[in-house]
């Protein structure tokens, strides 16, 4: 990666490039540390870390020198070495990434030196996966996906939202997550209308939905999946809002594949949504990246001008909420294939009833 993004580099004409969000230095050099820098000069790469971290880069990282920093060079002075050294005149750096008071650090290099903002130069090689990406996503849906099964017994009437989080976490980790993926959401009755509705003390009723949205990490990987379960038996309308959603996920998997935006496959899913009558209840994207964040590029949203390639890794989760009432959510994970794409999940996504 280091000559990809050397070559970048010299296209944009930077002679240095400054890189501190931490999954961007993980993806670039192996380190898994906390805490770090990233040095890129045409002449080589260096990864600045502290002594607590001196040794774990020495065994992770390959293609970039470690450079420890103590009281006598930091980043900043390191920097302003290999200004001097290079005759530096442009500076490249991540302009979502960095504070203010980062960026009046940087100013303080050199008076004569011109500062860019990068934009997503990291991320844009991060959005096409290669095997081993795909598989490591793939062992953590796996688990994800057995951690659930393991807890479809526990869901019953009484148990809270926080108790079936708990136990899913819990599973997860003992399957081999290194910790869940994002803030595990499971909302019952009128909270499963909350796209975002986390885990609280609300305990299960009979006759009501809930939503459950997880994901583990493996080897620094997430995965992203949802189920909606029933207690009990539901009524017509709620099986013909499951049944929609449904349609509107499957329907999307089966014409998602390299050459398409990201706008059109959304627009496959939201208009029999909006056929239905229920273009108002689906208010977020289709879907969108996952890999070392579990938001990544590309957004399949109505806004989502990106052209999908072969291997992106992204998930389609369609979903109609009925505020004050319920709400139904189907997320599968899947790979753009060239002409046909591969859905990486194997739990079903029929309606399950408890």
């Given at each position: 990666m280091l000559k990809e993004l050397q070559n970048r580099m010299e296209k944009?004409?930077?002679e240095?490039?400054?890189?501190?969000?931490?999954?961007?230095i993980r993806y670039l050099t192996g380190f898994t540390g906390s805490t770090a820098n990233l040095v890129v000069s045409q002449e080589g790469g260096y990864i600045l870390v502290d002594p607590r971290y001196?040794?774990?880069?020495?065994?992770?990282?390959?293609?970039?020198?470690p450079v420890l920093v103590n009281e006598d060079l930091n980043f900043y002075s390191f920097c302003k070495e290999l200004v001097k050294k290079q005759?530096?005149?442009k500076i490249g750096f991540e302009g979502n990434h960095i504070s203010y008071f980062e960026w009046i650090k940087l100013q303080d290099i050199d008076s004569d030196i011109e500062l860019v903002p990068t934009e997503n130069w990291v991320e844009e090689f991060r959005v096409v996966k290669n095997s081993d990406e795909i598989s490591k996503i793939k062992k953590a849906l796996e688990i994800a996906e057995k951690a659930f099964e393991e807890i479809l017994e526990f869901i019953r009437p009484e148990v809270s939202e926080k108790d079936l989080a708990i136990e899913l976490e819990y599973k997860m980790a003992k399957l081999g997550s290194e910790k869940p993926s994002f803030d595990t959401i499971i909302a019952s009755g009128e909270r499963s209308a909350l796209p975002h509705g986390k885990?609280?003390?609300?305990?299960i009723k009979k006759g009501e939905f809930i939503v459950f949205d997880f994901g583990a990490?493996?080897?620094g990987y997430c995965s992203d999946i949802t189920r909606t379960v029933f207690v009990g038996t539901p009524n017509e309308e709620e099986l013909l809002i499951y049944d929609i959603v449904l349609k509107a996920q499957k329907e999307a998997e089966e014409i998602i594949k390299e050459g398409l935006e990201g706008s059109f496959v959304d627009g496959v899913s939201r208009d029999i949504i909006q056929e239905n009558g229920f273009g108002n209840y689906f208010g977020h994207g289709l879907g969108h990246g996952v890999g070392l964040e579990i938001h990544e590029f590309p957004p399949l949203s109505p806004k989502g001008n990106i052209i999908?390639?072969?291997?992106?890794?992204?998930?389609?989760e369609p979903g109609i909420y009925l505020y004050g009432k319920f709400g139904v959510r189907i997320e599968d994970l899947v790979v753009v294939g060239k002409e046909r794409s591969t859905v990486l999940n194997s739990f079903t996504n029929d309606l399950i009833t408890i």
């Open positions: 944009e004409n930077v240095l490039l400054i890189i501190n969000k931490l999954v961007n001196w040794e774990q880069a020495n065994k992770e990282v390959l293609e970039f020198q005759r530096v005149k885990a609280t003390n609300k305990r990490i493996y080897e999908l390639k072969e291997n992106m890794v992204v998930t389609i």
